[in-house]
């Protein structure tokens, strides 16, 4: 069976614009994923090149041409700047499972960011997907995303040990996953607090 294309769709959140990514996003893209203090906790070197960002960009175009996922650049509607990005991967509509992923640069880190755009792209899925499970993975490390992930209800589900060997330094990684039947949205966990 032909998988069908996954239009990149754009979204909107309290404060962020979640959209597809265009070219003019090279820059702003590159910058972050060059930044060593962004990539500390991810599966690959900093970027050195800034083709990698051109080649990210086409590899978000082509995984929704695909029906594979959908990455969408996360830009401040106050004023319009570039401070990551969110997206799902790995769709498959057989078992309708999917992998989160999200990357933001250090200024926005804090901020609640990450768990606004999470959200708000898992809803989508939830909603336009038919998506029963979502896995997450996270460098044990990285406590900040692993919270992000509980905020939104990922339970942890398990580790994986020493998976990622990046620059020659071993670690591991928590999966996490999250079902439909688990998912509350923005309503329903304000009204639980």
């Known amino acids: 069976m032909a998988r069908m294309s996954l239009p990149a769709p754009t ?3 309290t404060r962020l614009l979640l959209r597809p990514f265009s070219d003019s996003d090279a820059d702003a893209l590159f910058a972050m994923h060059s930044n060593a203090d962004v990539m500390r906790y991810w599966d690959a070197p900093p970027w ?3 083709q990698r960002a051109e080649r990210f960009i086409t590899t978000c175009r082509e995984i929704a041409e695909a029906g594979t996922g959908t990455r969408l650049a996360a830009e401040r509607m106050v004023d319009g ?7 799902l991967t790995r769709w498959n509509p057989d078992y309708r499972s999917a992998s989160l992923g999200y990357c933001f640069d250090d200024a926005a880190w804090g901020q609640g960011y990450a768990t606004e755009s999470a959200r708000t ?5 939830f909603d336009a997907w038919g998506v029963n499970r979502v896995q997450a993975e996270v460098d044990t490390r990285n406590a900040p995303s692993a919270r992000v992930l509980e905020k ?3 339970v942890r589900e ?3 040990r020493e998976d990622c060997v990046v620059n020659g330094e071993v670690s591991d990684s928590w999966v996490y996953g999250l079902l439909r039947r688990e998912w509350r949205t923005p309503s329903e966990l304000a009204r639980a607090d």
């Open 121 to 125: 792209v898992l809803g989508w899925a």
């Open 152 to 154: 939104l209800g990922f």
């Open 48 to 50: 050195k090149e800034r």
């Open 81 to 87: 700047s570039f401070i990551g990005w969110c997206g």
């Open 11 to 13: 979204l909107q959140s």
């Open 158 to 160: 398990g580790m994986l």
